[in-house]
């Protein structure tokens, strides 16, 4: 017997980015070769990484930034650009059936439909997908990622900067997959 329950959930796993956790780290030096980090990264599948939607490098956090003075943008300044976002999701998609709740869950012709791309903003991303060698999954995911980059600026248009800034995001398909 298979039974199937209903589901949605989001994933957000981490991993050093080598064997020794100091790959891209400005004060410790890694002792991993070039082969080692391609076989430790290798040990997650293709298939895998390319059914997440972001994967970036997240560099530690050191003693002056931590102590700036600066103040980053607060949290209930982020929680009010992120519930607008959401909001505006909600709305695109009223009367979708099934009933969608954010860009993630967009299929292949809803990513047509609410990710029209203008020339400049599809050259750069047929340049991404040409010279990393990106799959058509990893295409669909730049551009729900791209729709939900505008989305949190609060603009109409995916532009080329949401583009980029979403290609930044595939940081394993650059680094090692292509």
């Not at 410790?28 to 980090?37: D, V």
């Amino acid at each position: 017997m298979t039974l199937t329950f209903p589901a949605r959930f989001m994933l957000a796993p981490a991993m050093n980015p080598c064997p020794c956790g100091f790959h891209n780290d400005r004060t410790h030096e890694c002792r991993c070769t070039p082969p080692m980090i391609q076989r430790y990264i290798a040990k997650i599948s293709g298939p895998l990484m390319d059914r997440i939607d972001i994967h970036i490098d997240v560099p530690a956090v050191h003693y002056k930034e931590m102590r700036s003075p600066s103040a980053p943008q607060g949290s209930a300044q982020i929680r009010a650009r992120v519930l607008r976002a959401r909001e505006t999701q909600l709305k695109r998609f009223t009367g979708a059936k099934p009933r969608l709740y954010c860009n993630a869950q967009m299929s292949s012709s809803q990513i047509r439909a609410h990710c029209d791309l203008g020339a400049d903003c599809e050259r750069l991303l047929e340049r991404a997908m040409t010279q990393q060698g990106l799959s058509a999954r990893a295409h669909d995911r730049i551009l729900k990622v791209s729709r939900t980059i505008a989305d949190l600026e609060s603009v109409p248009a995916i532009e080329p900067k949401h583009i980029a800034e979403a290609i930044q995001y595939r940081t394993l398909d650059r680094t090692y997959w292509a």
